[in-house]
């Protein structure tokens, strides 16, 4: 190899797991694909996958919102809503 080349490098791209649902949040409630979550930043959103890496992020929620975007949020970082008056059943803060 010349001096100017430099070694190849490997880069390693883990995919996350889905699961099936539903799973259970911090607050005891379940959530499943098609439920509306809230996020304090994002707003509602409807959750299309439920996903897994295995590792310190624990269970992440896919969720899409009304203008199109797609988040992937951590389930200590929403709140299920009540899609029947859109609202959290809880009330309470995110903090």
Excluded: W
Aim: proline share 6%; charged share 25%.
């Amino acid at each position: 190899m010349a001096s100017n080349e430099k070694a190849p490098s490997e880069i390693v791209l883990e995919l996350p797991d889905h699961l099936e649902g539903p799973v259970q949040m911090p607050s005891g409630e379940q959530v499943s694909i098609g439920d509306e979550v809230e996020h304090p930043d994002f707003g509602v959103g409807r959750v299309f996958r439920i996903a897994t890496y295995h590792d310190e992020l624990g269970i992440l929620l896919c969720v899409e919102y009304s203008d199109g975007m797609h988040k992937m949020l951590g389930i200590d970082f929403v709140k299920k809503v009540n899609s029947e008056n859109a609202k959290s059943p809880g009330g309470g803060s995110f903090e």
